[in-house]
């Protein structure tokens, strides 16, 4: 107990110096795990399914829309895991696709622990629309041809677990591609992101657990990112959350765990910024997950926190 209680202390202390945001953000992103790090894939010991979709600074003209469907599962009795993403992001008149597929290998470390090395290989399709900006000057010539294009790239994750707790480290995309090859702009190539997520879960007496999960987010010049989320689950069905983003904005999430295979969540957060907190009127998530769980399995095998 007193080393889980140190965990949150850390967590907490590690939030007072990360700032900032580069890539697309979900406050449930302990539900978006397997996009974050391929080696996710298959922790589950289920064929589970998530969505979720953000509408993010609603009321902001072109402000970021995503949504993201994830499925993976266990292979080989569980000594590997496959899964698919598929990611849509939208901001202004730039849309991306992105479609990964992920694979990992599991070693077993001890009866309650592994060690999970993964893979991921994945298209951006990005458009660039900027013909319909409308502007004071119709005739810019930098503001006259639109962008398409399919960027190749690859990612790697380390992700340690066990029943009650997880770390990761990943690099999602390692290659940094240019969207326009006629552009020298550090600005207009896809940036390096790196993660290390942190999560773990304890009893606060027989019906509430409590559950704090830390994101971590850095890339080369941009200031650091975390998140720090912590959920109460009550009687094993209801989920009552608070969330603080470094130097962006605090958030409640809402939950429920409708059957042992079935989860809905909500959230919603506002900036606390005054460049972006005071044009917006906040942020809105919705979060489905289902695990398949096979005809020889009359349950998953124990509680899947994460």
């Known amino acids: 107990m007193k080393k889980i209680i140190t965990l949150t202390l850390v967590l907490i202390a590690l939030s007072s110096s990360i700032k900032a945001q580069q890539d697309a953000m979900f406050t449930h992103y302990m539900y978006n795990t397997l996009w974050l790090n391929p080696a996710y894939a298959g922790t589950r010991d289920a064929l589970t399914l998530t969505g979720i979709h953000r509408s993010q600074w609603v009321g902001f003209d072109g402000a970021p829309i995503d949504q993201t469907l994830t499925m993976h599962s266990p292979i080989l009795n569980g000594k590997m895991g496959v899964g698919l993403s598929i990611l849509n992001d939208k901001i ?5 696709t992105i479609i990964a597929l992920d694979v990992d290998y599991q070693i077993k470390l001890d009866a309650k622990s592994k060690l999970s090395f993964g893979l991921k290989g994945l298209a951006n399709f990005y458009n660039n629309n900027i013909n319909a900006l409308k502007l004071d000057n119709q005739n810019d010539v930098a503001f006259a041809e639109n962008t398409q294009r399919i960027l190749p790239n690859t990612g790697a ?19 940094e591609n240019k969207f326009n090859t006629s552009s020298l702009n550090a600005t207009s190539k896809e940036q390096r992101h790196y993660f290390l997520i942190l999560g773990t879960v304890f009893n606060l007496s027989k019906d509430i657990k409590l559950k704090p999960t830390c994101f971590i987010k850095a890339t080369q010049a941009a200031p650091l990112q975390g998140d720090v989320t912590a959920n109460f689950i009550l009687k094993d069905k209801y989920i009552l959350g608070a969330m603080y983003r470094t130097g962006d904005g605090v958030g ?20 606390m ?7 917006n009127n906040g942020s809105h998530e919705i979060m489905l997950r289902y695990d398949l769980i096979s005809k020889t399995k009359a349950k998953i095998k124990s509680p899947r926190f994460f």
């Open 252 to 271: 409640v999430l809402l939950g429920y765990n409708i059957t042992e295979q079935f989860t809905v969540g909500y959230s919603f957060d506002w900036s």
């Open 92 to 96: 202004g008149p730039t849309k991306s």
């Open 157 to 175: 994750g380390v992700y340690y677990f066990r029943e009650r707790f997880y770390a990761g480290i990943s690099v999602p995309k390692l290659f």
């Open 273 to 279: 910024a005054n460049t972006t907190g005071k044009y």
